[in-house]
């Protein structure tokens, strides 16, 4: 009886296939996470080839393999497998492949990119027919440029691939199996740009209401663009800090399911959407009006500066939050032309730090649960929780006291009717300042206090039983 002919060795490409993102790209953003300035040095890299741009990326950026989003059914396959040769083929450079095979020890050999050549397309397939000759491998990819290995290889896995690819695939190798992308990217996308987080922009509307002109269609047309700004504007931020801030993310209870920690998104597409929305919001705030435009420019590099640094730093990080929703109501007053109050600053200041630092006592909560004891990426431990709290707790008190010492002013006066009816606000802050701490405390509590006052029943009542009473004070 003939000998039945040996299992072809299975070569399994790494990025957009056995992981669900792409080496290359999320490298880049942890070196400019590192330094921005980085970004003058990647032309100078490209011009020597894409191979010796992947090596001195791989060297100046870690990426951890342990916290990488992986392709659960290339896994499984990879495990379903023992028999045959595994091997490593990728495109990346030698640092990140060698990283990511040692840390799953399932693979018997790595092919990868080395600083000269760059192990992909036509330069794989020849690679790959060298090493096991034609019809020689089975190969597990997921893009066009895979088509170049298929045509010499014995049979095909197509991974995270339109039906375009698959169809393609067969008509150059016999594909045993089609695995298309989990879930769906129009609803990642939604997820990703946090329409949800638009709801800290209504912030903008607040001069409008301060100053009564609740009837001005001219200024409340100004005012709805200048939420549409800021809502682009830091719809973008969101992405580029996402993209920043991948290995933290996944190292959180839940900021690990966001679309680009998880691999639902493409770092490379995030890269293109990102300055996309940030230019359309400063189009729209530009036509809306200079001044406006200076206050979304100030927002924007606070922005950067806390995506990139201030967020590391403790307190000052807090103190950024507080100013870029501060930030929003000096540009709804911008935008609509208004000055501002000092008092409306001063209870802003306050409150806004009290909310950064519940975010934060939050975030150190969930640590406790999770039996850790420091913020990666966040210069917290778990130690600090009584600190925050207590730093926390009086910002809101104080800021409850603001409104108090407002409400007997003389601008109070001037612009309310019946200005002791505002005194029905004071103790509604101070239940909703008081309960939404003792949430946080019991650890129910929302990533984002904005977030769980808007889903909260108890919160919105608050809500119109204010804007009544402020109705009928003026």
Known sequence: MADEPAPAPLCVDLDGTLLRTDALYETVMVLL???????????????QGKAFLKKKIAERAHLDPALLPYDSRVLQ???????????????????????????????????????????????KAAALVERFGNRGFDYVGNGFID?????????????????????????????????????????????????????????????????????DIAVIAKSVLAFVAFGLCASGTYLLNDMLDLASDRAHHSKRRRPFAAGDLPVLHGMAVAPALTLLGFAIAIFCNPLFALVLALYYLTTLAYSFRLKRIVMVDVITLAALYTIRIIGGAAAIETALSFWLLAF?????LSLAMLKRYTELVAMRRDGRSHAKGRDYSVDDLSLVQSLG????????????????????????RRPELLWLLC??????????????????????????????????VLLGLAAIAAYLAI
């Open 33 to 47: 996470a590192r330094n921005p300035l980085y970004l003058f040095l990647l032309p100078f890299w490209l011009l």
């Open 77 to 123: 396959l990879l495990h379903e497998t023992p028999a045959r040769p595994r091997v490593l083929c990728t495109a990346s450079d030698a640092i990140i492949a060698k990283s990511v095979a040692a840390h799953l020890g399932c693979f018997e050999e790595t092919l990868s990119s080395n600083g000269e050549l760059n192990l992909s397309g036509h330069r």
């Open 147 to 215: 088509l170049q290995v298929w045509a010499h290889a014995r049979g095909a896995w197509v991974v995270n691939a339109s039906q375009g690819l698959a169809r393609a695939a067969e008509k150059v190798t016999h594909v045993r199996a089609t695995w298309p992308p989990p879930g769906s990217r129009v609803r990642a996308w939604l997820k990703a740009i946090r329409l949800h987080q638009w709801l800290k922009n209504i912030l903008v509307f607040v001069p409008l209401l301060a100053s009564h002109q609740f009837f």
């Open 348 to 352: 802003s200041m306050f409150m806004f």
């Open 393 to 416: 707790g009086a910002c809101g008190y104080i800021a409850v006291l603001v409104a108090c010492l407002y409400i007997n002013s003389e601008t109070s006066a001037e612009l309310y």
């Open 427 to 460: 103790p509604m802050l101070l239940y909703w300042v008081s309960r939404a701490w003792l949430m946080a405390h019991r650890g129910k509590m929302h990533d984002d206090p904005l977030v769980f006052a808007a889903r909260d029943r108890i919160s919105l």
